[in-house]
């Protein structure tokens, strides 16, 4: 099982440094087809992780025969917690888009905090099992479309 980790730092600058390596080993790791959506739940983890805990912050990459899981530690025992964010909100969806993107994810504690980590397939699902998963996490097509347009609209683009 490959799997490769780094330390961040405690600052903003954390969340584009974690892009581009997760880029870069997805890319060495033959699985170019999930950086963008790996790339955007990587950043809402590490921002989440640099704005409401203290301390270091590790990402963590292991590539698994059927799945990439990705864990973002920190050093807060908080769990994350969902909120309702607004058309105008420029925070508050981050766990949104895990439900909607990720395949799944979850948090645990760790010795010195917390690990919030997702998983996403290494090959696309069949189009049934793909709106079973999304039903299942009461998730359709139009939902995962807004939190996309709503995320894009926060970050002032498209």
């Avoid at 992780?49 to 050093?75: F, M, N, Q, W």
Wanted: hydrophobic fraction near 40%; charged fraction near 25%.
């Amino acid at each position: 099982m490959p799997i490769t980790s780094w330390p961040l730092s405690h600052e903003a600058l954390s969340a584009a440094q974690a892009r581009r390596l997760a880029a870069g080993q997805l890319i060495d790791w033959g699985l170019s087809s999930l950086i963008d959506t790996a790339q955007l739940l990587i950043s809402e983890a590490v921002t989440n992780a640099i704005r409401h805990a203290p301390g270091p912050i590790r990402l963590s990459l292991r590539k698994y025969a059927t799945v990439l899981r990705c864990d973002v530690e920190d050093a807060s025992a908080q769990t994350p917690q969902r909120s309702v964010a607004g058309d105008e909100d420029e925070g508050g969806r981050g766990l949104a888009l895990l439900d909607a993107l990720a395949d799944s994810w979850g948090s645990y504690q760790t010795p010195g905090g917390k690990s919030v980590w997702f998983e996403l397939p290494l090959a696309p699902h069949a189009p049934a099992e793909a709106e079973r998963r999304r039903t299942r996490r009461g998730f359709t097509v139009h939902a995962r479309e807004q939190a996309g347009a709503a995320y894009r609209r926060s970050r002032g683009c498209c």
